[in-house]
């Protein structure tokens, strides 16, 4: 297998989105195609993480049980493969999130976590009671976060997104937002709690939009976190107890049709009901991603009521996701420094691979007018926009 970083000279400028935001600065930002990711392997590969110091990507092939997980790094070579599903160094099926946690591997499994080495080696585990609303194979929902605290560094394994039977009338106010786990030994600290800035603690549920996405990382002064359903980031201080350090406003962007309800009235059949249409109607936070204090923030809109169908047909349900827009918020040193950019490229940006750099993921028939015997994954830049 190699690894090739081509650099190319057709640069994509995406625009601007002229939606007023509380940004503190008046810059225009965009994204500027850089590079490119090249993996000689006819295989589908899933990029979990990546390691800056090291240069290495923790991959594993797609849709499939067997969980082949690879590192891979900068110079092209597979540095270390091993199959995770079963034999000695198996963790199992279930995967919520994996990444480097300083030298070693970290995967989150059904209520363990499992610790590894940079030959993809188990080296220990330990229990970790965390129910989540699906278990996927050998796939995640969201990245792992890392913080560095008193010269470790510790792992974001995120807050629990089970639903519970019935919420309790104080849900929110009683949540530990960040929950750190040390590496060596599996301690968990917790902390962190929404205040009256959030509109989730004023007596009102929304379905399906309660799931919070972190960054961190271990050059980052804080925790930063927001629920998909919420208007404001809080970046939180594990060194001060996890005090809200900084709180970050966003203008979420239309259409945003949510639906909600009483808390009083909160349940998993409150859920369920309302789930499908608050999942496509509502504005959601989707993924931080960034290094240390500098990052962006997704945001992806609802779909136009108009086209929205409860029961959709194949051609409702393009409709539907092709209505949907991505944007990214641009955040330095605990404000936004720009207003939101439109994303109009197929797929998503998934991780940073560099100083302002992120890596496009999506289906290589989306990405390449034509079939490659080899997967293509393109780099972008967020720079100011000359002129």
């Given amino acids: 297998m190699r690894i090739t970083f081509l650099l190319t000279f057709a640069v994509f400028l995406l625009s601007s989105c002229k939606?007023?935001?509380?940004?503190?600065?008046?810059?225009?930002?965009?994204?500027?195609?850089?590079?490119?990711?090249?993996?000689?392997?006819?295989?589908?590969?899933?990029?979990?993480?990546?390691?800056?110091?090291?240069?290495?990507?923790?991959?594993?092939?797609?849709?499939?049980?067997?969980?082949?997980?690879?590192?891979i790094n900068s110079g092209g070579e597979k540095v270390a493969e091993n199959f995770l599903s079963e034999g000695p160094d198996a963790f199992g099926l279930v995967l919520h999130r994996a990444g480097f946690v300083g030298d070693e591997i970290m995967f989150v499994s059904d209520q363990t976590i499992f610790m590894y080495d940079l030959?993809?080696?188990?080296?220990?585990?330990?229990?970790?009671?965390?129910?989540?609303?699906?278990?996927?194979?050998?796939?995640?929902?969201?990245?792992?976060?890392?913080?560095?605290?008193?010269?470790?560094?510790?792992?974001?394994?995120?807050?629990?997104?089970?639903?519970?039977?019935p919420y309790p009338?104080?849900?929110?106010?009683?949540?530990?937002?960040?929950?750190?786990?040390n590496p060596l030994t599996g301690e968990v600290t917790k902390g962190g709690k929404l205040?009256?800035?959030?509109?989730?603690?004023?007596?009102?549920?929304?379905?399906?939009?309660?799931?919070?996405?972190?960054?961190?990382?271990?050059?980052?002064?804080y925790i930063s976190a927001i629920f998909s359903g919420d208007s404001v980031l809080y970046q939180l201080d594990p060194r001060k107890g996890f005090e809200a350090a900084n709180k970050i406003s966003f203008n979420r962007l239309s259409p945003d049709n949510i639906l909600d309800v009483p808390m009083s009235q909160a349940s998993y059949t409150?859920?369920?009901?309302?789930?499908?249409?608050?999942?496509?109607?509502?504005?959601?936070?989707k993924n931080i991603l960034?290094?240390?204090?500098?990052?962006?923030?997704?945001?992806?809109?609802?779909?136009?009521?108009?086209?929205?169908?409860?029961?959709?047909?194949?051609?409702?349900l393009?409709?539907?996701?092709?209505?949907?827009?991505?944007?990214?918020?641009p955040i330095e040193d605990g404000k936004t420094v720009a207003p939101?950019?439109?994303?109009?490229?197929?797929?998503?940006?998934?991780?940073?691979?560099?100083?302002?750099?992120?890596?496009?993921?999506?289906?290589?028939?989306?990405?390449?007018?034509f079939e490659k015997d080899y997967q293509c994954y393109y780099i972008y830049e967020l720079k100011e926009r000359e002129g």
Avoid: C
């Fill in 19 to 71: 939606y007023a935001t509380n940004d503190d600065g008046s810059r225009e930002m965009e994204f500027v195609l850089v590079d490119s990711l090249v993996f000689d392997e006819l295989e589908t590969l899933i990029i979990l993480d990546y390691d800056h110091d090291k240069e290495l990507y923790l991959t594993v092939k797609k849709l499939s049980m067997e969980g082949k997980y690879s590192l």
């Fill in 119 to 165: 030959d993809l080696k188990q080296l220990r585990k330990f229990p970790f009671t965390q129910e989540s609303r699906v278990k996927l194979i050998h796939f995640t929902l969201d990245f792992l976060s890392t913080y560095s605290m008193d010269g470790q560094v510790m792992a974001v394994a995120n807050l629990s997104d089970s639903y519970l039977q």
């Fill in 169 to 181: 009338e104080d849900y929110y106010d009683t949540l530990n937002l960040a929950h750190l786990v």
């Fill in 195 to 221: 205040d009256q800035s959030s509109k989730l603690t004023h007596g009102r549920f929304f379905p399906f939009m309660d799931k919070p996405v972190y960054f961190s990382d271990k050059n980052s002064n």
């Fill in 270 to 285: 409150t859920v369920k009901q309302h789930r499908s249409e608050n999942a496509s109607l509502g504005g959601a936070f």
């Fill in 290 to 316: 960034g290094k240390g204090d500098k990052f962006i923030v997704e945001y992806q809109t609802g779909a136009d009521p108009e086209v929205y169908w409860e029961k959709p047909t194949p051609e409702n």
């Fill in 318 to 329: 393009d409709a539907i996701k092709n209505s949907r827009k991505l944007y990214y918020y």
């Fill in 340 to 369: 939101p950019i439109a994303w109009e490229r197929p797929g998503k940006l998934i991780l940073n691979v560099g100083e302002n750099r992120f890596l496009q993921y999506a289906d290589q028939a989306e990405i390449h007018d």
